[in-house]
């Protein structure tokens, strides 16, 4: 099947109204229901789109952007986890060791190194790491 340019119009309104709304991956699914369409043997554009979009499951085309947003916020979603319990846990470890220093207990000096060491090497360059890539995407829009 040769498409024409007003099938490639229909099939991107397609795309649309099920709801994919990332323009990457409205271009990317336009290329691979096109390349499906022009390899099928049907002679019908209708029945072919139809088989071509029915092929991508009963969620459809929504799912498919729904794992597309998961698997590019995957490692953003990590790191924000990682970046909460550093820092909850140097912020424990620096009040508590302070809170032994007053007290004058033991053990005070290794919860302050602890908890500092944490903070510095843990917590510090995950959250400017993460400001100065927010910064970047800020910039490139």
């Not at 099947?1 to 709801?19: C, T």
């Not at 002679?43 to 597309?68: M, Y």
């Not at 979603?77 to 508590?96: D, E, V």
């Not at 007290?103 to 060491?117: D, K, N, P, T, Y």
Request: proline content about 1%; aromatic content about 8%.
């Amino acid at each position: 099947m040769e498409l024409q340019a007003h099938n490639i119009e229909i099939i991107r309104l397609n795309i649309i109204e099920r709801g994919v709304t990332m323009p990457d991956l409205q271009e990317s699914l336009l290329d691979h229901i096109c390349c499906q369409l022009e390899l099928s043997d049907s002679k019908d554009f209708d029945q072919a789109l139809q088989k071509a979009l029915d092929s991508f499951g009963i969620s459809g085309l929504r799912q498919v952007q729904q794992a597309t947003n998961y698997i590019i916020n995957k490692n953003n979603i990590i790191m924000k986890k990682s970046m909460f319990i550093l820092g909850y846990l140097a912020a424990t470890l620096c009040s508590t060791g302070l809170l032994f220093k007053i007290q004058h207990w033991q053990g005070a000096s290794i919860l302050l190194v602890l908890g500092i060491a944490i903070l510095n090497f843990g917590f510090l360059p995950l959250w400017f790491y993460r400001r100065m890539k927010n910064e970047a995407a800020l910039l490139s829009r």
